[in-house]
């Protein structure tokens, strides 16, 4: 389509021009969240997980760990937003599920991350599970 411009007011202004931008364009996008319930800039991030050199709380193997996140709210409530899988028999797990998390730029959130050995034998539910020694693909 190539360098499509018209020269309006002096400025370039199309697809593809160079408009000078009147105003701050991030007190738009501001103005834009705020009228929707967003205050401040945000970002989506991905966090994965792992461990190491976590206690072994089995007795006949190596302990079974689940990781938990949790956010805690500006009232002080913690509530759970995430929890992985269960990764078996490994003392230094890296778990395969990731958390997408909206961060808020200049707005504190605080995450807690609790690790859990997960006893699946003592369970009434069912629980899914990937062995430490598994081959992904």
């Known amino acids: 389509m190539g360098n499509c411009c018209s020269d ?3 400025r370039m202004a199309a697809v593809g021009g160079t408009a000078a931008i009147t105003g701050n364009q991030s007190d738009a996008v501001d103005m ?5 319930g967003i205050h401040g800039i ?3 991030i991905e966090l994965s997980f792992s461990a190491t050199n976590l206690r072994d709380r089995d007795v006949f193997s190596k302990s079974d760990p689940m ?3 949790y956010i805690k709210e500006r009232d002080g409530a913690v509530i759970e937003v ?3 899988e269960v990764v078996l ?3 230094n797990p890296t778990w395969i599920k990731k ?10 959130q605080t995450l807690l991350f609790h690790v859990f050995d997960v006893d699946t034998q003592f369970l009434n539910i069912e629980v899914k599970v990937y062995s430490s020694n598994a081959a992904f693909s």
Do not use: W
Not at 32 to 36: A, E, F, G, N, T
Not at 99 to 108: L, N
């Open 82 to 84: 995430f929890r992985t």
């Open 32 to 36: 834009y969240l705020k009228s929707r």
């Open 8 to 10: 309006v007011g002096g």
């Open 67 to 69: 990781l938990v996140v």
């Open 42 to 44: 945000l970002s989506q």
């Open 89 to 91: 028999n490994s003392l």
């Open 99 to 108: 958390y997408t998390i909206a961060y808020h730029f200049e707005v504190v």
